[in-house]
């Protein structure tokens, strides 16, 4: 089981690096089209790359079918692995799954194009650590809908805001424009986990995540095709980044995350998804020849620190032995 454990979390670090480097790509699809124009063929890619993943599984539940109905006057037959129900129909998933997609998409739609726009404005690393925030931003948002936020995110919340700080506001006081754009992103990433939180336990995560990306992509493209004029050759020109932003950083890495983080545990899990921004950094330093000063370097010591933090699981209060 340990080994399993651990097979999961290598899994999850090798997601976390794609997530991280497909900030470089993002960077430098930007250089041949516009943020509207790379986000809408992105995310249409990414969307339709997990068709496939959904026929298989499909395929295999329809194998396996219902369990076994019960014997008259008998014990219940089950077989492990099944369902006690019939799976709905094609058209019932398809309802149930139109809602959350078109509102998870609209969300995803926002905060996707705001964070590519900041893109413009500022480095891959800076961007992924900010965006990181949401890990953050998410157990303190919690008090929203009324759940309990631990001491540590509040620690880890105050620790990432320092490092925000230092990360983004100048010695003048004053906030660079693309700082503030994917921050604001940021908040829209929060409210979509909170979101997934709710309506990713009524339908299969993955065909809501495939219905998702697939509105946001559409959505997207033709806010493009109005304001930016996309071109055959600059998606030409833009392929590899496409490639990789759309079937690498969405198709390949969200399976990975789906298959690893049924056996990882959840706490650690999250740590390491965090090293998301960390990739960033580094992807922008090797690729694109990013640099930080020594004020920013210590904003995202202080960020990443915080993201740690906010994760760490709660010290438990010793109960007192009975007399």
Not at 174 to 183: E, H, K, N, S, Y
Not at 216 to 231: H, I, M, R, S, Y
Request: proline share 7%; hydrophobic share 50%; with cysteine.
């Amino acid at each position: 089981m340990e080994n399993r454990s651990l097979a999961s979390e290598m899994i999850l670090l090798l997601t976390a690096a794609l997530w991280g480097f497909a900030f470089v790509a993002q960077r430098v699809g930007m250089e041949f089209m516009g943020p509207l124009t790379y986000n809408g063929i992105r995310f249409l890619m990414g969307g339709a790359s997990l068709l496939p993943l959904i026929y298989i599984r499909r395929r295999m539940d329809l194998t396996r079918g219902p369990a076994a109905p019960d014997l008259p006057g008998g014990p219940r037959r089950e077989t492990p692995g099944r369902s006690t129900e019939a799976p709905p129909t094609a058209p019932g998933r398809l309802r149930a799954l139109a809602g959350p997609s078109l509102a998870g998409g609209l969300i995803i739609t926002v905060a996707a194009n705001l964070q590519q726009w900041s893109m413009k404005f500022i480095t891959a690393g800076k961007a992924g650590f900010i965006t990181g925030l949401y890990v953050v931003l998410v157990p303190v948002a919690g008090i929203l809908v009324k759940r309990r936020t631990p001491v540590l995110a509040w620690a880890g919340c105050a620790a990432a805001a320092g490092g925000l700080y230092f990360l983004s506001v100048t010695e003048e006081f004053t906030i660079a424009r693309g700082d503030l754009i994917v921050l604001a992103s940021t908040f829209f990433w929060t409210g979509h986990i909170l979101f997934l939180d709710t309506f990713a336990k009524r339908v299969d995560p993955v065909e809501l995540s495939a219905g998702q990306f697939l509105v946001c992509g559409a959505l997207t493209l033709a806010g493009a095709l109005v304001f930016e004029g996309p071109t055959w050759s600059s998606g030409r020109a833009a392929a590899v980044p496409l490639l990789y932003g759309g079937l690498v950083s969405i198709g390949i890495a969200y399976t990975l995350q789906a298959v690893a983080q049924r056996r990882a545990h959840p706490a650690r899990a999250a740590v390491v998804m965090s090293l998301e921004t960390v990739f960033a950094a580094v992807g922008g330093a090797l690729l694109l020849s990013e640099r930080l000063s020594p004020r920013e370097f210590l904003g995202c010591a202080l960020m990443f620190a915080g993201m740690l933090i906010a994760q760490a699981p709660s010290p438990k209060r010793r109960k007192r032995a009975p007399a």
